[in-house]
């Protein structure tokens, strides 16, 4: 009976180990994900800058044409 109660108590030790590990593993894949959504927020951020950037430069253009038109 001993032996029943030992092998159980391992048993159950095993399965909180697992299960521990199994969270472990969610936490670091989580950060990944988080770190991934950070670089993709970064990235659209970059994306507007330029594409702002980018207006702005054909604007005085446009406007440095108007002004040899007059």
Same mark, same amino acid.
């Given at each position: 009976?001993?032996?029943?109660?030992? !092998?159980?108590?391992?048993?159950?030790?095993?399965?909180?180990?697992?299960?521990?590990?199994?969270?472990?593993?969610?936490?670091?894949?989580?950060?990944?994900? !988080?770190?991934?959504?950070?670089?993709?927020?970064?990235?659209?951020? !970059?994306?507007?800058?330029?594409?702002?950037?980018?207006?702005?430069?054909?604007?005085?253009?446009?406007?440095?044409?108007?002004?040899?038109?007059?």
């Amino acid at each position: 009976m001993r032996n029943q109660e030992k !092998d159980q108590f391992e048993q159950e030790e095993t399965q909180l180990a697992t299960s521990l590990k199994l969270y472990l593993l969610s936490g670091v894949l989580g950060t990944v994900a !988080d770190i991934i959504a950070t670089y993709a927020a970064k990235f659209a951020i !970059d994306e507007v800058i330029e594409e702002q950037a980018s207006e702005q430069q054909e604007n005085v253009e446009q406007e440095i044409r108007l002004r040899e038109l007059e």
